[in-house]
């Protein structure tokens, strides 16, 4: 077969690339193009540690073609940095401890940050409900929570 020709923006960047018709969005992203922050955890949309998003909506990159994002807005985690500067998430992470090997942190710092996009006052209930498909097999997800949460205070006291 012949590779596909794929004209995206990711992370705000025009870009362009080829890929197989069966290569999924996360190999693209890891092996053509070097972004290797979203991990593969499962392969199978169970653990959310692949997660982007695809014009604004969260998706597990390991179940979406590559292919697929012709014409779309990638955003992942590489993206949420502005330069030397944090992103209010990954500041609160480190702040509140909420990391420990870092295979799911960057697809949970990519949901929740979907989230607080969505609901920029979200309870700890709606917190837990939006990361429960990121499974983390090092903590208790309880620092990860209060990190979300503090995150979601500081942005609404900055904006």
């Not at 390991?62 to 500041?91: F, K, N, S, W, Y």
Request: charged content about 25%; glycine content about 10%.
């Amino acid at each position: 077969m012949s590779q596909i020709h794929v004209t995206t923006t990711i992370n705000g960047d025009a870009t362009e690339f080829l890929c197989e018709p069966e290569e999924t969005l996360l190999d693209v992203l890891r092996d053509r193009l070097g972004l290797t922050g979203s991990k593969e955890g499962c392969g199978t949309g169970d653990c959310g540690a692949c997660s982007v998003t695809v014009d604004g909506r969260l998706v597990c990159s390991c179940l979406m073609l590559g292919a697929e994002a012709q014409g779309a807005r990638v955003e992942t985690i590489e993206g949420m940095a502005d330069g030397d500067d944090l992103h209010p998430l990954q500041q609160t992470f480190l702040d509140h401890a909420g990391l420990q090997c870092g295979i799911c942190t960057p697809g949970i710092l990519v949901a929740a940050k979907s989230l607080l996009e969505r609901n920029p006052a979200p309870s700890e209930e709606e917190v837990r409900y939006w990361l429960a498909g990121n499974l983390c097999r090092c903590t208790g997800y309880d620092k990860i929570v209060r990190a979300v949460m503090a995150a979601a205070d500081d942005m609404r006291r900055a904006s």
